[in-house]
């Protein structure tokens, strides 16, 4: 039976600590707060500000909303943008993407600046996460992987690491991440030649296919350390991963639950950035 890398545990510990540094900040007068751009009304995006709202909640951090109706202009999100950028008592912007197919994503992350870009869509948030230097933040998602691993005692110097998938949301930046940890990386994707015996080579696997249940139990061997960052809705409306967990979970040393593993760390690195950057702007 592998263990269950559960991401309450760590969501708790993260948790702990951004309650003291809100109080510290408190005490020096700046409350830390969140700015949330939503255009329309997606399940999925309420659903998640839902939660973000909540964590905030419990450890102090204020929210701010900036609602917009779905077909609202670029012009008008491009303001939202900007007065966001500069109220000073908005630490954080979580912008909900994708955006309606009408406004020009790169124009809009470009409009966002990184030191408040909290989720790692800037070009700025992403050259830091590459050259790792503090610059914006990485995506919540990537660094969700990275938290589990360092609470889990997982270390990564010199171990070899397979990363399936390659998109810029989770895939490059993490294995950049994971370099930084000196980790031997291998990206790979569905174009890969023989995936299962590539991903079979990793001593721990980071999977991001987007979709549901593609990496079975024939892409496992004992030993592996796995993190399943996908999550999908069945049929009859339970959730799943990228991983096929019945068939990994028998044969891997440990794995991430879906639901209940990277998600639930995701919402609190999220907060954990607005605070982050709180601080930044507190000094400077």
């Known amino acids: ?32 707060a969140l700015g949330i751009i939503r255009l329309g009304e997606r399940d999925d995006d309420i659903s998640y500000e839902r939660g973000a709202k909540k964590r905030c909640e419990s450890v102090g951090v204020a929210v701010k909303q900036y609602l ?22 908005v630490h954080g912007v979580l912008l909900f993407r994708p955006l309606p197919r009408h406004i020009d994503d790169n124009a809009v992350r470009a409009a966002l600046l990184p030191e408040k870009d909290i989720d790692g869509i800037t070009d700025g948030s992403l050259a830091g996460v590459f050259a790792n230097i503090s610059l914006g933040f990485p995506p919540c998602t990537a660094e969700a992987c990275m938290a589990i691993l360092a609470h889990y005692g997982i270390d990564l110097a010199g171990r070899r690491v397979t990363v399936v998938g390659r998109s810029l949301v989770i895939g490059r930046p993490v294995a950049m991440m994971l370099m930084h940890k000196n980790a031997t990386v291998t990206i790979c994707h569905t174009k890969t030649k023989d995936l299962p015996s590539v991903v079979r080579e990793g001593e721990i696997v980071i999977v991001a296919a987007g979709k549901a249940e593609a990496i079975t139990g024939e892409y496992f061997r004992e030993g592996q350390t796995v993190i399943d960052v996908g999550i999908h809705v069945k ?24 639901p ?24 400077s």
């Not at 948790?15 to 020096?28: C, F, H, P, S, Y």
């Not at 990277?262 to 507190?282: D, F, N, P, S, Y």
Request: glycine letters at 10%; proline letters at 4%.
């Open 260 to 283: 209940g593993g990277v998600g639930t760390v995701t919402t609190c690195i999220t907060i954990q950035h607005v605070i982050e950057a709180a601080k930044k702007a507190l000094v």
């Open 235 to 258: 049929e009859g409306g339970s959730l799943c991963g990228d991983v096929k967990f019945a068939e990994a979970e028998p044969v891997v040393k440990a794995i991430t639950p879906v």
């Open 68 to 89: 917009l109706p779905a077909d609202a202009s670029q012009e008008k999100l491009l303001g939202v943008i900007h007065e966001a950028n500069a109220d000073r008592n």
């Open 1 to 32: 039976m592998a263990q269950i890398l559960k991401g309450k545990e760590v969501a708790e510990a993260l948790a702990n600590t951004m309650k003291k540094d809100v109080e510290d900040l408190k005490a020096g007068g700046v409350v830390p």
